[in-house]
């Protein structure tokens, strides 16, 4: 074949590559590639980097990664090139699939340093989102947060890099997809795709689909889900194995498919998905199929076969390390699972695997993300603390993640978030409302929507609740949860407060056990901040003062171990404290009592280092005299 028919052949693979035909563009590179002339390196390079940049994304990551190597060595592994800056690039991206984590931050850092020397902008952005998906799936949210914003911050700057914008919103949307912050990762996400489909990148497209997919449905709307993936554009091949964006899509629609309990249909498609990802060696997503599979069998009550799943999960984890968080996140969603990794007799392994083992005393040992906010829509949940004998009609959440459930069935079709948080606006004020304050409250930008927009929400609210619940009289709108639910309510902050009155009379009486076991109640209801995917300034106070509560039943339990010479629950408490607020002197006070009780001189000074410059930092302020007091006995000869 003359090398002018070769470049031709390269170009028509590039063209299809361009055009989202993988395999295509993969054949045409495996027909010319014994065709290649010997001394043209620059041209052998160039087949072996687009027969490897297809394998990956037609889930063939073992081939793509060889192919890519293959390239690399041709062009110089040292060679300071455009070239060479792309195949560590892609390099990166393919380890950090696999979960090979070491080589692919040492890719990584080659391809950011290069792109610098060659003062390529765009090619640094593309890099450093790279780095950033590569530290999300070690479950180094900060960090990845960080990159993601460098890069989205750059890509708008002199350089106009839609592309690396679009990249850069879809990234940060997954990102809060992954810690539970639903809201900002829809607005990002949705942001993504329409600069997406600006520039037209499929590939993009296609995933970014399937992500605000699994948005929504973890919002509660399981029908705009199944609508979004069913808009993804993805090559049919008739492959024996999926390709990635296939994957992706797959496991997707599996997952909607069990949250429509459509157990035999899900099993059936995630188990199509996990066949294709052991074969790629993709672990994140393949943990992700295996959980979801195994709830699909214990709902099917097939107890040996969905134990066997979970065993799996062990296996994995105990293989490849870096993946601890990724079952937590996914145990969010997944209720009923949790439940059972919580209690089965036969969960052990993975109880201690996960750290919730009952002898996790230390920071260390506290999972990377909050205490799991468990929800799957059309899903019975169990209150965590049950304080009647006859179950509640409603059961309302508002402490971490919001959850209103009727009959034990979760409230999934909303239809717009905005209809959750006015139920939520109206059940704080505790009193009729007028139109005007609830838009004031609700909505920081009026426009001449506003009135379709209000009573749009109001009808979907009245939807959710069955046509009950909402009164509204002139202008003035009411929750009126008692007149249809009798005094079958079920409401955390309420149980959440009358807790705390209990734990305080028993204080009072100086009965410690008594208050111990009411404290940990509290402890045990509160999953996180007051409605915490809100942001609206309705909500501000109220979180606040339930924040203090919690922070206050923290050092009062405290406070009892220490009093009962329980010192390493003393430290476990006031280091949950820190987590929650770092300037918290009290906290700090209470740690290094805690470990010079200990015999540990060295964590106390450590801890009243991290004290000082914590307030310093965040408040300009000194530790106060009792802080200051103990320091100095610590450093006293005696």
């Keep these: 074949m003359r090398q002018l028919q070769i470049e031709i052949v390269i170009l028509r693979s590039k063209a299809l590559f361009q055009h989202g035909d993988y395999h295509q563009a993969l054949v045409l590179c495996q027909e010319i590639q014994g065709c290649l002339p010997t001394d043209d390196i620059r041209m052998r390079a160039d087949v072996h980097t687009r027969l490897g940049v297809c394998a990956n994304l037609l889930g063939d990551f073992t081939t793509g990664i060889a192919q890519l190597q293959k390239a690399l060595q041709l062009w110089g592994r040292h060679t300071i090139e455009r070239q060479t800056a792309e195949l560590h690039s ?39 989102i790279r780095q950033g998906g590569i530290k999300q799936r070690q479950g180094v949210f900060a960090e990845a947060e960080e990159a993601f ?21 879809v990234s940060l949307g997954e990102l809060y997809q992954d810690q539970g912050l639903y809201e900002q990762s829809l607005n990002m996400i949705e942001d993504g795709l329409a600069l ?44 024996a194995s999926l390709s990635y964006e296939q994957a992706v899509c797959e496991l997707a629609y599996g997952t909607i498919l069990l949250y429509q309990q459509r157990y035999d249909d899900a099993y059936g498609h995630l188990s199509k998905v996990e066949a294709s990802l052991n074969k790629m060696g993709l672990k994140r997503e393949l943990i992700q199929a295996i959980l979801r599979m195994a709830l699909c069998l214990l709902e099917q009550g097939q107890a040996a076969e969905w ?22 996140i996914e145990l969010r969603h997944l209720t009923r699972l949790y439940q059972e990794v919580e209690t089965h007799p036969k969960m052990v392994s993975l109880r201690e695997l996960l750290d ?42 508002a402490l971490g993640e919001p959850i209103v459930a009727i009959e034990d069935r979760p409230i999934t079709r909303w239809r717009m978030a905005r209809s959750m948080e006015l139920f939520f606006f109206l059940l704080d004020c505790e009193r009729p409302m007028r139109k005007e304050q609830i838009i004031t409250g609700l ?16 009808y979907y609210l009245r939807k959710a609740l069955d046509g009950h619940g909402i009164v509204s009289q002139g202008s003035t709108y009411t929750l ?49 901040d007051y409605v915490q995917p809100f942001y609206s300034d309705w909500c501000t106070f109220r979180r606040d003062e339930l924040r203090r509560m919690y922070l206050n039943a923290r050092s009062l339990i405290a406070q009892i171990a220490w009093r009962q010479e329980q010192f390493d629950e003393c430290a476990l408490h006031w280091q949950h404290s820190l987590m929650v607020d770092d300037c918290l002197e ?52 005696s």
């Design 480 to 528: 009126d949860l008692a007149s249809y639910f009798s005094t079958n309510v079920w409401y955390d902050v309420t149980e959440f407060q009358q807790l705390q009155a209990q734990a305080k009379q028993a204080l009072s009486q100086e009965d410690d056990v008594a208050a111990r076991k009411a404290l940990q109640m509290m402890l045990e209801l509160y999953r996180g």
């Design 443 to 458: 909505w920081s930008e009026v426009d001449e929507q506003i009135n379709q927009t209000f009573h749009s929400t109001i």
């Design 149 to 169: 914003t460098q890069a989205l911050t750059l890509a708008r700057g002199s350089i106009h890099f839609l592309r690396g914008e679009a990249y850069s919103q």
């Design 356 to 397: 919730l083992a009952p002898q996790m005393v230390a920071t260390a040992l506290v999972p990377p993300v909050p205490a799991p906010i468990l929800v799957k829509p059309e899903q019975p949940t169990r209150p965590i603390v049950q304080v009647t004998t006859s179950h509640p009609k409603i059961c309302i959440r």
């Design 196 to 239: 997406a489909r600006r520039i037209k990148d499929k590939y993009l497209i296609n995933c970014t689909l399937c992500f605000l997919a699994m948005t929504y449905l973890y919002m509660g709307d399981a029908e705009t889900a199944l609508l979004l993936v069913s808009d993804v554009d993805v090559q049919d091949i008739h492959a």
């Design 307 to 328: 134990m066997q799943r979970m065993e799996e999960i062990v296996h994995l984890l105990k293989v490849q390390n870096g993946y601890k968080h990724l079952v937590f």
């Design 90 to 128: 892609a390099l990166a991206s393919a380890y950090s699939l696999v979960g090979n984590f070491a080589l692919a931050e040492h890719h990584i850092s080659r391809a950011i340093a290069y792109w610098e020397q060659l003062h390529d902008e765009w090619g640094k952005i593309n890099n450093v």
């Design 586 to 637: 009290e906290a700090h006070y209470g740690l290094m009592r805690c470990y010079l009780r200990q015999g540990k001189r060295g964590l106390a000074l450590r801890q009243y280092q991290r004290c000082r410059e914590t307030l310093q930092r965040e408040l300009d302020i000194l530790p106060g005299s009792a802080v200051q007091n103990l320091y100095q006995r610590l450093m006293s000869p």
